[in-house]
């Protein structure tokens, strides 16, 4: 730091002499033309402004000669100090920064914590009402399924009653009676097993009158389309 201070010197004295010399021999030109031109040299104007430019430098370079430049002092343990104290306060200012950017990255990692706990709340949340959902789901269907086949209990009871009355006044015989409610339950059974089509498809094997029996009682009707196709009716309505 000794040597660059002493080189800045000399380089500042270098150039002062130069500046200097300089003017010196604009002076010394200046006046061998005013001895050889006289009146003339002071009724040019380029002459004028040349005198203004060259008292004006002079006064520039002489401030400048008298200001006082820093000196470093030639006290190596002084210098030392001064450069551990820079260090010093350069170690401060760069603890300084590093605490803030710690802060920050604390915010935000603390931030990012937050964001992430309410995430997965909301995805436990979530998970619990797809649970319900599904589990409302499986009751619905339950209950939807009771009630299917009370419904359909409480219109196989009325087909029955109706068809005791009617077997009643046409088949006293107990073993008709019998064997027609057997039929009738195996047609509910049939119409429980598809629910979202009321028709449903009989065969050769169930004896014809049972058919007829139950078209002239009113308790089935056969398709439009097709005979072997019938649905029931429900007395109650």
């Known amino acids: 730091m000794e040597a660059e201070s002493s080189d800045a010197l000399a380089s500042l004295d270098e150039m002062k002499a130069k500046i200097k010399e300089e003017i010196e021999e604009l002076m010394a ?11 003339k040299l002071h009724a040019d104007d380029s002459v004028d402004s040349l005198m203004k430019t060259k008292l004006h430098t002079a006064s520039e ?15 190596k343990t002084l210098l030392m100090k001064l450069a551990q104290e820079e260090a010093e306060n350069m170690t401060i200012n760069n603890a300084r920064c590093l605490d803030f950017y710690q802060e920050k990255v604390r915010a935000l990692e603390e931030e990012k914590n937050s964001f992430e706990s309410l995430i997965q709340k909301a995805t436990a949340v979530n998970d619990e009402l797809d649970k319900l959902l599904a589990e409302q789901t499986k009751k619905d269907k339950l209950e939807n399924l009771r009630r299917r086949y009370e ?14 009355f009617a077997l009643g006044d046409l088949y006293p015989e107990q073993s008709e009676s019998l064997s027609m409610e057997e039929f009738l339950r195996s047609l509910v059974t049939k119409m429980q097993e598809d629910n979202q089509d009321p028709y449903i498809t009989i065969d050769d094997s169930i004896p014809q009158e049972y058919v007829t029996f139950l078209l002239r009682a009113n308790l089935i ?14 007395p109650r309505y």
């Open 29 to 39: 030109s200046m006046m061998d033309v005013s001895l050889e031109g006289g009146a």
């Open 61 to 75: 370079v002489e401030a400048t000669m008298n200001e006082k430049l820093l000196e470093l002092p030639n006290d």
């Open 151 to 164: 419904s359909s209990g409480i219109l196989f009871l009325a087909l029955r009653r109706e068809m005791q």
């Open 221 to 234: 009707v056969r398709h439009p389309d097709d005979a072997l196709r019938i649905k029931f009716v429900d």
